[in-house]
Every structure is written in C-alpha cells, then in structure tokens.
C-alpha cells in the first residue's frame, strides 16, 4: 500500500519503504489539537506533551519538557503556595509552548503529500523554505532558550 501511495515520488523514498520491515501509511502525529485550558488543578500539574504536546516534526519534545521541569521546579523553590507556583509555571511557559506547537504544525504540513504535482511543488519549495526558516537567525528563539536557575520567580496573579 504504502508503495503505491508513494509510487510517484522520488526513487529514494521507493527504496526506503522497501527495506521497512513494517509499514504504515500515514504518521500519527501526537500533537494535540489544543492545549489544555489549564495546566494545574489542586496539586498536580502537567508538564511536557501532558501540557502541550506538539508535533514530533518540531523536534523539541524533549527539550519542551525538561524547560517545564526546570522552570516549574524554580517555581515551586521560590513560591510558597502549590497554586500560585502552578499558576505561574503556566503563565511564564504557554507563550512559548504556543510558538512552538506552530512550528511543529507548519513543519508537518505538506509531508504526505501523494499526488504528482504536489510532490513536484514540494520537492521545488523545500530548499527555498529550508533557507529561509531552518537557518541560525530563524531559529534562534528556539536553541538559544536558557531558564536562569538564579533568578528567582515571583507569584504571578
């Protein structure tokens, strides 16, 4: 099946769904549609793709979720009250987490494109999007993030 989806495309792709072992034919994509509305109830919290789960295309699950422990950790070390360090852990996260589940979104549209015109347009605008957005200035937002573990957190209302 997958071999027919994809018989159009380039050979390379041919060649890689021949050597799988196992195939299926579209990604599941574990992003959720929305984040939740809160993160935080009594004395549990969410964080990682609990709280935000973006597309695994963004590349930063991993890094998504250890910026939640560590900024949520700060939070509950400076805050005295669970509610108010939860709430805060919220407020200072949701802006990026937002950004980021965008590009994650906008990274997985246009991967499982099947019919030939499609692919042609995918395969000529990919190098043209790559340079324009997969380069140090584009990104920076998103490697150069750092959570000062010194600063400390102030209760957010």
Known sequence: MMLDIYKDDQPMIRKIIE????????????????????????????????????????????????EDAIVLAKCLRDIPDAEHAFATYEQLRRAR??????????GDSGKHVTGSLQQ?????????FLKLF????????????????????????
């Open 19 to 66: 050597g799988a072992e196992t195939t299926f034919p579209f990604f599941s994509s574990y992003a959720l549609p929305r984040q939740p509305s809160h993160w935080h109830k009594g004395p549990i919290a969410l964080v990682g793709d609990a709280a935000h789960a973006i597309s695994p295309s963004s590349g930063q699950g991993a890094s998504m979720a250890l």
């Open 97 to 106: 987490t937002v950004k980021m589940y965008d590009v994650g979104r906008r």
């Open 120 to 128: 042609w347009f995918r395969d000529l605008t990919t190098p043209v």
């Open 134 to 157: 997969a380069n140090p200035k584009a990104s920076d937002w998103m490697y150069s993030y750092r959570v000062d573990w010194e600063k400390n957190v102030s209760a957010s209302r």
